[in-house]
Structures are given as C-alpha cells and as structure tokens.
C-alpha cells in the first residue's frame, strides 16, 4: 500500500546536515519530513565516518600511551587485543548517539521515512512507497567514497573507510592508499593494533591542505610507525591468492611490486547530489556530483536547498550541521546567509594537526602579508610533564591590523584546542586581545596566549 505525506519541508538525508536542518526547522515552527536510505539516522558521521573512527582512535590510544608509560616508570605487558569486544565498543558508541537523534526525532515530531528518496517533480519525491509533497525541500544526500578503476573491486582485501571500520581483522601488512585525514586515521587505528602500515600519498606532502610545517612535525614524529611514500602513486594491483601485489610509480617508488594482506583505499570522496533524479525538480548538479548553492543555500530552484557535503569542500560535519541551521531558518523566513570567516578542520592523528582560517600557504597564494608566532612545545610545562613535547602553536595575523586570520597547531589535544582560535579568528581578536586573556596554568591551551604575547612583544607599529 502507498503512503502519501504532505509536508512544509522535506529533507532529503538524516547526516549532520539534514538532521540538523530537520530539527532548527521543526525548533522554528514549521512541519518536517526526514528521509533516510539507512535504517539509522546520522549520516555517514554518526554511522561509518566521525564517531566510529573516534571510537577506534580512543582504543589506538590508550594502547599507544600505555606503550609510552615504559620510559616513565611503569610498564604494562602486551596488549590483549579482543576485536570482537573493540567492534562492540564502537558499535555501542554508535548506537547510543544514532538511538538520541531517534529520540530527538520523536520529540520535535519530525517524520522520519526510510527509504531511498529520487525527485519525481519541483515539489515531490518518491522514497520507497511513499510519495511526498513539499514546499521547501533540503538536499542534503552527502557522499561516498571513490574508488579507483584499476584497483580489484569485489576482493575483500581492498576496503574503503566503511570496510576499514568493520575491523574484521588485523592485516600483517596494509597499504593506506591515500594521505589525506581519513586514511591516517585509519592507518593510526591499524598501527596501533599490530599492522605494520605503509601509506602512498601522490602529492609531496601528507594532509596536502595544512601548512608543511605542521606535517613535518607529524611525519617526523611517526618516521617509525609508517611507511611512508610521498610524490608516489600506485599504477596497478594484482590480486593473488597470498596477497595483493602493488605496483607504484614516482619519487619513492619500490622498485618491484610489493605485497600486502589489505588496501585500505582513502583517495577522497564524490558527492551523491547525481542520484537523486534532482533534474526533475530543475535543480542543476554539475558533473562531478556537486550541487550549487547561493550564500543562503538556495538551489537555482527558489524552494529547493542544499547542504553539507553534497555542495562542496570542505566536506566536514560542523560545516554541514551550520549549513543546516541557515537552510532552516531562511526556509522559516530569517534573512540569514552561510557566510563564516572560518571552518576548521582537525586530523585527529597522534600527534593532532588542527588548523583554522588561512594557512601560510594560502596567505602566500593569495598575497595576504601575514606575520607568524610560533610558540614550540618544548617551552610547555604541560608538554613536558606528558613528555609530548614535539608540537608547536601557530598564530597567523594581519601584518597591518594584528588581527588573527588563522592558526594551526600540531600535537596531543591539538584539535580541543583549536575552538580558541576558531573564536579569536570569528570575534576579529587581535594580538592583544589573545595575549591579555588569562590562560589557565599550565595548560596546552597556555601555549596560544604566549604565542600572542610573542608577536605582541614584537610589534614596532602599534596602532
Ligand atoms: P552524510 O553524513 O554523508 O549523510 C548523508 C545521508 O543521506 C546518508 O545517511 C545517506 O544514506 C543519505 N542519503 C543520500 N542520498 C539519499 C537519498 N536519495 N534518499 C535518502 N537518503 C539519502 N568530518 C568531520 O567534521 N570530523 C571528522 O572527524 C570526520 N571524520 C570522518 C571519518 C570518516 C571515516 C569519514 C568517511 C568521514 C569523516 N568526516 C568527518 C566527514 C563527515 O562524515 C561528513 O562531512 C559529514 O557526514 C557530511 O554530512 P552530510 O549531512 O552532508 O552527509
């Protein structure tokens, strides 16, 4: 039997996005349809992105700072690694939080349908055997991971994030394809349950986006618990019943192919906005999947939104849930835009590298004149009683103003940390500003104020 609903906002995927969309809408008054493909809500954050990986990470942690704790004094036997129990864990992290958003569901009364939603006009759309009709619809579909053509497709061996964080087994060798965020975590995951890990990255740097110095502090820091291969790539794999036989081609390059037990493949991800019969509501998706949106997240279609990753870099939860709430309150009637001065993103690796606003690199492309403060670790009092003393806080100012346009910090808590910057860069704070706020002591976070009294000291031209 068919359903139909008539409903004033449909939105169309239940990730950070669309469930946050979903409930500033209903918060403001208006009645909300949810549709989800997944039997849970949350997106590929809550399901088999951020939080299962978090989950994992906590455990590499723990077994790497029990590790540590050897050259303070105190020394554990090896780890008693119970995969069945770990994948619980995380299972149990996850269903906690897709469980609340349920909850949450029900309590603002937002109808939650299953099912996968195409568009079959301007103001309806189809999901399983239920038809809608909408106002305002939000799409907020997300995105997937890629795949590479000359990698075998069906073979268990090669996974992407999703089958990386089933954990069904702990490879000897494994090969992260990609040193992008998503395959270091991954990769610190798997190191630190016993996989000897080797990660290609075809760019001459990991985590291309952040400043170089950052990733040097990291890759330093990790010179024995990866493999790492910059400036390479890899050319073809050869599925054998012993293993997975990669060929590789640049700088760094074996000169044979190599075996592995498994490929965790980590080159990025496409958006979904191609799936979704979208032509026939009007709305334009270009050809990589990719939705446009204007400042208040409107499609080229009045009554139709877009948000999240299925509109565009970054791909990152906070972006989205932001989104969300503009998307909502424009369709409520606010004259709001999606305009932040900045997002961050976080690399949750050990060391962290954390960064916000405009990076050196950036400054210099743009022809931003910026001046730097870099306060190194090895002066930290909270860095050297936890023995992490390799990390540096960066603060990034208008040479002119002294406003803060950016930050970046590599090291343990790196991304806690980040929020102050992420307030300084949003409130215009200048130098002074930064270095008269009372940092608490001795904290990590100590190491922003001192790296703005540095600069402030150094200042000729106050204005
Ligand atoms: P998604 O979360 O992708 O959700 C889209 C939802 O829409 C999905 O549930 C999908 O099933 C559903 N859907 C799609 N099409 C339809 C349809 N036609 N009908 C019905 N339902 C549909 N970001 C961070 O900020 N921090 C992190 O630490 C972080 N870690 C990550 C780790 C991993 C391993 C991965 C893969 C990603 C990570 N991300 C992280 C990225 C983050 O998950 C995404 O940016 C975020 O989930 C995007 O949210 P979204 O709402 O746009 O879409």
Known sequence: MSNEIKTQVVVLGAGPGG???AFRAADLGLEVT????RSTLGGVCLNVGCIPSKALLHVAKVIDDARDMASHGVTFGAPQIDLDKIRAWKDKVVGQLTNGLAGMSKMRKVKVVTGYGKFTGPNTLVAGDTTITFEH??????????ALPFIPKDDPRVIDSTGALELKDIPGEMLVLGGGIIGLEMGTVYRALGSKVSVVEFADQLVPAADADLVKVYTKYNKDNFNIMLSTKVTAVEAKADGLYVTFEGKNAP??????DKILVAVGRRPNGALLDAVKAGVNVDERGFINVDKQLRTNVGHIY???????????AHKAVHEGHVAAEVISGMKHFFDPRCIPS?????????WVGITEKEAKEKGVAVETATFPWAASGRAIASARTEGFTKLIFDKETHRILGGAIVGINAGEMLGEICLAVEMGADAE???????AHPTLNESIGLAAEMYEGSITDLP
Request: charge should be negative; glycine fraction near 6%.
């Open 19 to 21: 469930y946050s969309a």
């Open 34 to 37: 949810l549709v989800e493909a």
């Open 137 to 146: 619809a939000i799409i907020a579909a997300g995105s997937e991971p890629v």
């Open 255 to 260: 000169a044979a192919p190599v075996r592995f």
């Open 306 to 316: 877009a948000i999240g990753d299925v509109i565009g870099q970054p791909m990152l």
């Open 346 to 354: 976080v690399a949750y690796t050990d060391p962290e590298m954390a």
């Open 433 to 439: 500003d930064i270095a008269l706020t009372i940092h």
